[in-house]
């Protein structure tokens, strides 16, 4: 078993941002915590959701790279939306960032709104689940 964390980032309190597991078979499960639209230092840049959501994809990525997984190794996710008509209503720009950060890679995806989320400022946080075949 590996903790998952970018060496820049400040640690997390009481949680792990990924974990990497080594299967018989060769392949790793790479689990990516809860992620929130923050940069590594744990501030918010922008209250705006879709930039958000872009730091949010950006942070996965930071985080499968540490247990040397990419973006098209992710067999699914799970998002998070504190309003689901602003969620909505930014599916170009979500389109957009989730392309330009992860790729035209469409995993498995569940969606759900929320009462709240444990950041006030936070309006979204996604967690992934990465296979990684063996040799990579």
Do not use: C
């Not at 995993?107 to 709240?116: L, N, Q, R």
């Amino acid at each position: 078993m590996q903790v998952l964390q970018p060496p820049e980032w400040a640690k997390p309190r009481g949680y792990a941002n990924g974990m990497a597991f080594e299967m018989t078979a060769g392949s790793r499960i790479v689990f990516v915590g809860g992620q929130i639209g923050w940069n590594g230092q744990q501030r918010f840049e922008t209250d705006d959701f879709a930039l958000q959501v872009r730091q949010t994809l950006e942070n996965i990525v930071a985080i499968l790279a540490e247990g040397n997984a990419r973006p098209e190794h992710i067999v699914r996710m799970t998002w998070y939306v504190k309003d689901k008509r602003e969620y909505v209503a930014n599916y170009p720009a979500i389109g957009e960032h989730y392309r330009a950060v992860i790729g035209r890679h469409f995993p498995a995806m569940t969606a759900v709104e929320v009462a709240d989320l444990v950041e006030d400022e936070a309006k979204v946080e996604i967690e992934v689940t990465a296979v990684v075949p063996p040799g990579v």
